[in-house]
């Protein structure tokens, strides 16, 4: 039996793999908050605290090469390059030492972040999801397979502006690594397939402007490059 929608359906979000004509199904965006230690320092937030999760739509995913639009109701739009997970299997607390087994492969990507209305909504005490959890806000490039490069745990991540070098770290600087990271998640939601996770920021975030270019890279991972278009309307 066929099934008909009172609406079209939108398109099911994707990323494309490495070096492959196929795609790899996107099901929902999780980040993790506060995972590099430098990175809480620049915030003025308490290193002490372990990281924390939130979420982004999964429609919010912009592929490597693309113009995006400056976006609405910021003066203060930020970049934090990260390295993102692709799940191919879940489940409810993951052993990290099982969570290795879970990953697809991995990625280059950016949390963009309306960091004046973030900051104004914490400020109040009040969900930040404004500053976070808008279209166009999860750049990320191709998926490299772990079955190619394996489950890096160490090497450079930076991030230029028109070929300024912004931020510079190594995924060894992660506080939570990325078995412990996913296995923390799945404590608090089930995850499943097609789940992707971008692991936290290294210090030197800023303020991206229209006309300029981000080109991330990560060591052993790939790169992914971005530009920022005229104000959105």
């Avoid at 999760?53 to 999964?58: N, Y």
């Avoid at 030492?97 to 950016?110: L, P, Q, R, S, T």
Wanted: contains cysteine.
């Amino acid at each position: 039996m066929s099934i008909e929608y009172v609406i079209t359906p939108p398109p099911a979000p994707s990323l494309p793999v490495a070096g492959s004509s196929k795609l790899f199904p996107v099901r929902r965006i999780w980040c993790v908050g506060r995972n590099y230690l430098e990175h809480i320092r620049e915030m003025g937030n308490d290193e002490r605290e372990p990281p924390f999760f939130f979420a982004k739509p999964s429609d919010a995913l912009v592929r490597d090469g693309a113009t995006i639009p400056y976006p609405t109701l910021t003066k203060d739009f930020h970049f934090e390059v990260e390295l993102v997970v692709a799940l191919k299997s879940g489940g409810r607390s993951i052993p990290a030492d099982k969570a290795n087994d879970c990953i697809y492969g991995y990625g280059v990507g950016i949390d963009l972040t309306r960091r004046d209305l973030q900051i104004a909504s914490r400020n109040i005490k009040q969900p930040w999801e404004v500053g976070k959890f808008f279209d166009n806000s999860a750049p990320c490039s191709a998926v490299r397979p772990a079955s190619e490069i394996g489950h890096p745990a160490k090497g450079k991540i930076t991030l230029k502006v028109n070929g300024a070098m912004k931020q510079e770290g190594d995924l060894a600087q992660m506080i939570w690594n990325v078995p412990e990271t996913i296995s923390k998640l799945s404590e608090m939601v089930e995850l499943a397939a097609g789940d992707i996770i971008y692991t936290g920021t290294p210090s030197g975030v800023g303020p991206v402007v229209e006309g300029e270019k981000m080109e991330c890279e990560i060591e052993g991972v790939g790169k992914l490059t971005i530009s920022i278009g005229p104000r959105q309307k």
